[in-house]
């Protein structure tokens, strides 16, 4: 059974400061590794992925990936009030194939102005 | 114009009912998938197409039966509709073997009373 696990919060974070998100899987097999925003009512966006262990950046982003410890997190630098949302961790285990993506519940993230 | 569209987007019918989601995108993808959110904000994979093939059916009741007319469609059609089938159903496509071409459309909203 393939399972992601995040906190699903919330989690506080004062404007300006960094956010960070955590995110942990159960499959060693996994090999892509996702982070979605979705704001109520709305659909989930791709945010970043990353597919080997380190660190990506992108604009305010950064996630971070070890695949040793089976985990994944995802760091919001000077965190504005409309990255307010919930984060969405998701895994996929195959880099070919139709499998879609395994789904965290995820963090419910609120950014206090 | 909408890359991946839902009709209809709201749907409130009666238990025992038949109804069906429609999908559409026009990314030039060559597979989709219905994805399942419940009221818990829990975003499970149910059923992905490649090219109009099955390829991921996963523990989802018989009620609940896909059909891709081709590699641009994935309808979802459910039979003799219970209060757990209220939920947001979204409709994703990608690229196959790129999961980090996954887009999702904005969603139904069936209530089901």
């Known amino acids: 059974q393939k399972e992601v696990e995040q906190n699903s919060g919330p989690l506080s974070v004062p404007e300006g400061a960094i956010a960070s998100l955590n995110c942990t899987y159960s499959d060693r097999g996994s090999q892509s590794f996702f982070w979605y925003r979705q704001y109520s009512g709305k659909s989930p966006e791709l945010i970043m992925f990353i597919y080997s262990n380190g660190d990506k950046e992108d604009g305010r982003f950064t996630a971070q990936l070890n695949k040793a410890s089976q985990y994944v997190s995802l760091l919001i630098r000077d965190s504005q009030p409309s990255d307010s949302a919930t984060y969405l961790c998701?895994?996929?285990?195959?880099?070919?194939?139709?499998?879609?993506?395994?789904f965290g519940k995820g963090t419910h993230l609120i950014i206090q102005p | 114009d909408t890359a991946v569209s839902q009709t209809p987007k709201y749907l409130v019918t009666q238990m025992g009912n038949d109804k069906s989601i429609k999908c559409e995108q026009n990314?030039?993808?060559?597979?989709m998938y219905w994805y399942k959110q419940d009221s818990k904000k829990f975003l499970k994979i149910m059923f992905s197409y490649n090219n109009k093939e099955l390829i991921i059916n996963e523990t989802v009741p018989n009620r609940f039966s896909p059909k891709s007319p081709d590699k641009a469609h994935l309808n979802l059609h459910i039979n003799s509709l219970e209060l757990g089938d209220s939920a947001v159903y979204f409709c994703a496509s990608s690229l196959i073997g790129s999961p980090n071409t996954i887009y999702f459309g904005e969603g139904s909203w069936l209530t089901v009373v």
């Open positions: 990314l030039g993808h060559d597979t």
């Open positions: 998701a895994v996929g285990v195959t880099g070919g194939g139709a499998d879609g993506l395994t």
